[in-house]
């Protein structure tokens, strides 16, 4: 078992990660959670998994255990699920000392971290991660939210959870599509900060043989994600460089209307698009986009993605990133070091237009 602490003024919690981890739950969290009653909510893959095991746990260390089921996917992070869950909580008589405990994906994680910043106005809230994506992105930095009609994650806040527990292996009984998915951020982690990382990724060249070291990948995506957050928290600044290939991934992802492509594959697009255009910029060197693409292939992901125009123009009015005309967008000035440049938004469009995106 490894501990990375993110150290937040006045909310320090630690990442604890290891093999089996699910079933000392219980003992791992009593120390840091006050009341009896730890609320899991889960959805209906995961519940008949592990949810189980997580309360047998829970309930060894002397907490009593309820269970709050969603049904799987996106289209349960909405203000009406969420509204439910509040209900739910509140008939089983949740106090302020009572915990909330996220066992799932980022889906899981974004809602029911929601609901634990909202209700009663703030309970404890304990991430266990059981998707790659959300183990080494979603899960770690405080982004709680649930989409609306006009679009992803528009409400939402910041929210750090008392600790955050990740078992690699739950990663077993993951899809191979989620898997895939993940493995976009990892990929993304080597590309901002970390060469090595993204050479052991070519190395590995598949699921089998990253699984076979992945605590130690995990650790490591925690830890560059760790060292961002605790500079910047309410991303201003710093954070920003996280997202790499999400500018265009976010374009992509709309364009076809969040369903053709999952999260990580319109990144893994956006992240080559990316590279393309650091080149034009005059910032990353020719031959980046094509190690990348390379990597890319070895773990099944799509190296570009078809976007018109107007998908361009329409995703970049909204993003969230912009500021005024102005968007930063993330480049490589090689692998494993990024920097944003501020563009105005049509200067974007011409360079798309330009890289026959
Ligand atoms: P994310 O990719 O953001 O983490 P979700 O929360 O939607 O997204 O999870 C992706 C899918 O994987 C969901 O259908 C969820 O039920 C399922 N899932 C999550 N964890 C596991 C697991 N360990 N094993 C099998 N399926 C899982
Ligand atoms: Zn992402």
Redesign the pocket.
């Known amino acids: 078992m490894k501990t990375l602490t993110v150290n937040l003024p006045g909310r320090a919690y630690d990442i604890v990660c290891g093999r089996g981890l699910l079933d000392r739950a219980g003992e791992l969290l009593r120390p840091v959670l006050r009341g009896d009653l730890a609320v899991i909510v889960t959805d209906s893959n995961v519940e008949p998994l592990y949810a189980a095991r997580l309360a047998r746990s829970l309930h060894g260390a002397g907490f009593r255990a309820a269970i709050l089921e969603i049904p799987p996917g996106e289209q349960s992070k909405t203000p009406e699920v969420l509204a439910e869950l509040w209900e739910q909580m509140a008939d089983l008589g949740i106090t302020r000392s009572d915990s909330v405990i996220a066992l799932g994906g980022g889906v899981v994680g974004d809602l029911s971290g929601f609901a634990a910043a909202t209700i009663l106005r703030g309970v404890s809230f304990v991430q266990i991660p059981t998707t790659l994506?959300a183990q080494v992105?979603?899960s770690v930095g405080g982004k709680v939210a649930v989409d609306l009609e006009a679009g992803k994650n528009l409400a939402g806040a910041f929210y750090q959870p008392k600790m955050v527990l990740m078992d690699p292996d739950t990663l077993k009984t993951l899809p191979d599509r989620e898997f895939r998915c993940g493995m976009?951020?990892v990929i993304?982690y080597g590309c901002i900060r970390d060469r090595a990382l993204f050479d052991r990724l070519a190395e590995d060249g598949g699921r089998e043989r990253v699984m076979a070291h992945v605590e130690e990948i995990l650790l490591r995506c925690c830890d560059i994600k760790r060292q961002v957050v605790e500079q910047d928290e309410m991303d201003t600044g710093l954070r920003m460089l996280?997202?790499f290939?999400?500018t265009l991934?976010h374009v992509y992802e709309r364009a076809y209307g969040y369903e053709r492509y999952n999260?990580?594959e319109a990144?893994a697009a956006g992240m080559t698009a990316a590279a393309g255009l650091g080149t034009l910029l005059g910032v990353t060197p020719e031959g980046v986009r094509g190690e990348i693409e390379a990597l890319l292939r070895q773990y099944g992901l799509p190296t570009s993605i078809a976007a018109g125009q107007k998908d361009y123009a329409a995703a970049l009015t909204k993003d969230k990133k912009s500021d005024g005309g102005q968007i930063s967008f993330v480049v490589l000035r090689e692998i494993g070091r990024a920097e944003t440049v501020k563009l105005e938004k049509a200067k974007l469009l011409d360079l798309i237009r330009e890289a026959g995106l």
Request: aromatic content about 0%.
């Open positions: 994506l992105d979603s976009a951020e993304k996280l997202n290939g999400h991934g999260h990580g990144v």
